[in-house]
């Protein structure tokens, strides 16, 4: 059989998937639609947690609980941009395998792990934080803990996707040019089409990956609510001012946004493609023409995750925004500098007189980014 493949691929004698069967991400416009979709998910996902880990590891002065929980966040996602992303972009629309044949094996790995990572971590933080807020005289997570816990989370994560990666082969089919990555379970049987050990493993990764991250952080971030609902309460039978009053409570409505913003944000780009692995699993495994239009989409909300991430975690905290304000103005007086060299402006001018380097880091750059997990409001008050 496979002396048979190599001739008709060898001779021409084959036809391409598209011809065998024509499908809807086959269309051009389809396909160039997707293609920048993905294009700007891929940049702005590269660019957005780069500048979070240059942030995190180059511009702290002192590393804390919270910088670690999101710069594993960050490389997680970086992976996942670099790997998932772009090869599972073009597998779906070459619909056939382009690659070498032992990144078959290494892909699946790849990105399940990255992903697995990317939860357990969103899950981390959430913990965290509701640790920090009921307990707040009490340090519940120390550094060394906390590396533990991230050393914890990327092995649990890749060894969760080691099956994947195991089970994973490039295969080729009589008369259909080219290879296709497929998975191939121990208990595979051609005659049914299925493999029960397939479908528990997609159980659990459905549970895994998404819905007990969902369940943990949904309810930690329910916790810290009540918590300032409370601290509202108490210091309203301080008798407060009208104005003081309503500025509590102003900050207990933003909190609670933003935090109904992360779980919903997480429900919304992981539950389409888990939802539809599900439907293969145990409906149809005999994917519809729509299928693969159907997780071109799913699979780019889910990627949209790596984007979301580093926005929600990181740029809405506003100490995070002024180390990056400061970063880019230090840089553009390193430019004008170079600029003009000899200029009497840079000597005279204010913005470039030297400024001694602890008061400089007191006013414009914080020591350490410690509230990247949640906006400083729900800290404010307790």
Not at 203 to 228: G, K
Request: some cysteine; aromatic content about 14%.
């Amino acid at each position: 059989m496979n002396d048979s493949l190599e001739e008709d691929l060898f001779f021409g004698n084959c036809s391409t998937i598209q011809e065998v069967s024509y499908e809807d991400v086959d269309l051009v416009w389809i396909r160039v639609l997707f293609a920048i979709f993905y294009s700007v998910l891929w940049v702005t996902a590269v660019v957005g947690n780069s500048l979070v880990l240059y942030v995190v590891v180059l511009n702290q002065v002192s590393l804390s609980v919270r910088s670690v929980f999101i710069g594993c966040l960050a490389v997680s996602d970086l992976l996942m941009a670099l790997t998932s992303l772009p090869v599972t972009a073009v597998t779906i629309f070459t619909r056939n395998w382009i690659f070498p044949s032992f990144f078959c094996k290494l892909i699946g790995v790849f990105q399940g792990g990255s992903i697995f990572v990317s939860s357990f971590t969103l899950t981390a933080i959430a913990i965290d934080r509701c640790l920090l807020i009921i307990r707040p005289n009490k340090q519940v997570m120390s550094f060394n803990r906390a590396t533990l816990t991230v050393l914890g989370i990327w092995i649990l994560g890749y060894s969760l996707a080691l099956p994947v990666g195991i089970y994973s082969r490039d295969v080729a089919y009589p008369g259909i040019c080219g290879t296709f990555c497929e998975e191939y379970w121990p208990d595979f049987t051609e005659d049914t089409q299925r493999s029960d050990s397939r479908r528990l493993y997609g159980l659990s990764v459905l549970l895994l990956q998404f819905a007990m991250p969902a369940l943990i952080s949904s309810f930690c971030y329910w916790m810290i609510s009540r918590v300032i609902s409370d601290q509202i309460e108490r210091r309203r039978g301080h008798n407060l001012r009208t104005e003081a009053e309503e500025k509590l409570v102003n900050r207990k409505a933003r909190a609670n946004r933003m935090m109904l913003f992360m779980v919903f944000c997480f429900i919304l780009c992981w539950s389409p493609i888990n939802m539809l692995n599900l439907y293969r699993d145990f409906i149809n495994i005999h994917t519809p023409k729509w299928f693969n239009i159907t997780f071109a989409f799913s699979h780019a909300i889910a990627m949209a995750s790596a984007v979301a991430n580093p926005v929600i975690y990181s740029w809405f905290n506003p100490q995070f925004r002024s180390v990056i304000q400061y970063i880019f103005n230090r840089r553009n007086q390193m430019m004008k500098r170079m600029s003009f060299p000899n200029s009497t402006t840079y000597k005279t001018d204010p913005i470039f007189r030297p400024i001694d380097s602890k008061k400089r880091s007191e006013l414009i750059v914080p020591e350490k980014i410690d509230d990247l997990c949640l906006p400083n409001e729900a800290d404010e008050l307790l």
